[in-house]
């Protein structure tokens, strides 16, 4: 399971989406990245998450200023630590 994360400026919290494939969650990724690059964009990026049925969401593209992905673990029931990390 992948989890796509966005940080929204002014939002404390973060909104986070799961794809159950690499590929799906990259989609996603590049899609949110290059509306990111264009200035004056006003539109609308919609993402649906996949381990949740039902749970949608619509995000305006320039109140993105960053966004992860990471892969959930199966080992000990933990997650790999979002974010850049030097403890493993």
């Known amino acids: 399971m992948y989890t796509l994360e ?3 400026r002014y939002s404390p919290f973060p909104i986070t989406i799961q794809k159950n494939e690499y590929d ?3 989609q996603d990724f590049n899609e949110i990245k290059n509306a990111m690059h264009l200035t004056e964009n006003t539109s609308l990026i919609n993402l649906e998450c996949e381990k949740i049925k039902g ?3 619509s995000v ?5 200023i960053a966004i992860q992905v990471y892969e ?10 979002p974010g850049f990390s030097l403890d493993s």
């Open 6 to 8: 966005l940080t929204l």
């Open 24 to 26: 799906h969650i990259m």
């Open 55 to 57: 749970k949608l969401v």
């Open 60 to 64: 305006l593209a320039k109140e993105i």
């Open 72 to 81: 959930k673990s199966a080992v000990a029931g933990g997650s790999k630590r």
